[in-house]
Protein backbone atom coordinates (compact mmCIF):
# COMPACT_ATOMS: atom_id res chain seq x y z
CA UNK A 1 0.00 0.00 0.00
CA UNK A 2 1.32 3.44 -1.25
CA UNK A 3 0.51 6.55 1.14
CA UNK A 4 -1.79 7.86 -1.39
CA UNK A 5 -3.91 4.94 0.47
CA UNK A 6 -4.08 6.10 3.74
CA UNK A 7 -4.52 10.01 2.42
CA UNK A 8 -8.34 9.41 2.32
CA UNK A 9 -8.64 7.42 5.89
CA UNK A 10 -6.18 10.66 7.37
CA UNK A 11 -8.11 12.87 5.94
CA UNK A 12 -11.70 11.66 7.05
CA UNK A 13 -10.07 11.22 10.44
CA UNK A 14 -8.83 14.58 10.49
CA UNK A 15 -12.14 16.29 9.60
CA UNK A 16 -13.99 13.97 12.26
CA UNK A 17 -12.05 15.10 14.72
CA UNK A 18 -12.55 18.48 14.07
CA UNK A 19 -15.97 18.33 13.83
CA UNK A 20 -15.77 16.90 17.12
CA UNK A 21 -13.89 19.66 18.45
CA UNK A 22 -16.39 22.31 17.06
CA UNK A 23 -18.86 20.23 18.93
CA UNK A 24 -17.43 20.25 21.92
CA UNK A 25 -16.61 24.06 21.67
CA UNK A 26 -20.17 24.82 20.46
CA UNK A 27 -21.40 22.89 23.72
CA UNK A 28 -19.20 24.54 25.86
CA UNK A 29 -20.49 27.85 24.75
CA UNK A 30 -24.09 26.87 24.97
CA UNK A 31 -23.75 25.85 28.89
CA UNK A 32 -21.51 29.44 29.34
CA UNK A 33 -24.77 31.41 27.97
CA UNK A 34 -26.87 29.22 29.69
CA UNK A 35 -25.25 30.22 33.21
CA UNK A 36 -25.31 33.79 31.95
CA UNK A 37 -28.87 33.69 31.19
CA UNK A 38 -30.18 31.98 35.02
CA UNK A 39 -27.49 34.57 36.68
CA UNK A 40 -29.33 37.79 35.13
CA UNK A 41 -32.57 36.44 36.21
CA UNK A 42 -31.47 36.08 39.55
CA UNK A 43 -30.06 39.34 39.55
CA UNK A 44 -30.68 41.58 36.86
CA UNK A 45 -28.59 44.46 38.12
CA UNK A 46 -25.26 42.04 38.48
CA UNK A 47 -24.69 42.75 34.86
CA UNK A 48 -24.67 46.53 35.77
CA UNK A 49 -22.26 46.01 37.76
CA UNK A 50 -19.55 44.00 35.78
CA UNK A 51 -19.71 46.93 33.62
CA UNK A 52 -16.28 49.13 33.39
CA UNK A 53 -16.69 52.59 33.73
CA UNK A 54 -14.27 54.58 32.48
CA UNK A 55 -14.66 57.93 34.77
CA UNK A 56 -13.75 55.10 37.94
CA UNK A 57 -10.37 55.65 40.24
CA UNK A 58 -8.28 53.27 38.78
CA UNK A 59 -6.50 51.23 41.51
CA UNK A 60 -3.23 51.37 40.98
CA UNK A 61 -0.38 49.73 42.92
CA UNK A 62 1.27 52.56 44.81
CA UNK A 63 3.56 50.75 46.51
CA UNK A 64 6.68 52.81 46.57
CA UNK A 65 8.64 50.77 48.75
CA UNK A 66 10.94 48.57 46.00
CA UNK A 67 13.00 45.89 46.88
CA UNK A 68 16.22 45.45 45.84
CA UNK A 69 19.17 43.20 46.63
CA UNK A 70 22.71 44.90 46.18
CA UNK A 71 24.50 41.82 44.96
CA UNK A 72 27.90 44.14 44.65
CA UNK A 73 28.60 44.33 48.00
CA UNK A 74 30.75 41.60 49.73
CA UNK A 75 29.36 38.40 50.75
CA UNK A 76 29.01 38.23 54.35
CA UNK A 77 30.62 35.31 56.69
CA UNK A 78 29.05 31.63 56.24
CA UNK A 79 26.88 32.87 52.56
CA UNK A 80 29.44 31.16 50.41
CA UNK A 81 31.07 27.36 51.63
CA UNK A 82 34.14 27.08 49.83
CA UNK A 83 33.99 23.17 49.09
CA UNK A 84 37.66 22.82 47.79
CA UNK A 85 38.51 23.52 51.51
CA UNK A 86 36.64 21.00 52.92
CA UNK A 87 38.54 19.77 55.91
CA UNK A 88 38.17 16.31 57.30
CA UNK A 89 36.30 16.11 61.09
CA UNK A 90 37.03 12.98 62.95
CA UNK A 91 36.48 14.62 66.44
CA UNK A 92 32.65 14.61 65.40
CA UNK A 93 32.84 11.37 62.90
CA UNK A 94 32.19 13.42 59.63
CA UNK A 95 34.42 11.99 57.25
CA UNK A 96 33.19 13.80 53.69
CA UNK A 97 34.91 13.25 50.43
CA UNK A 98 36.49 15.44 48.76
CA UNK A 99 34.76 16.37 45.74
CA UNK A 100 36.47 16.22 42.15
Do not use: C, F
Not at 20 to 34: C, G, H, P, T, V
Not at 47 to 74: C, F, G, M, Q
Not at 94 to 100: C, L, S
Amino acid sequence: MSNRDYLPELERARASREKSLQDAKADSMRRLMKDLEIDRVKNPQGALADRWNPDAEEDEDDDTEINIVDRSEEPWPGQYIDITRARRHEDEGINWPRPG
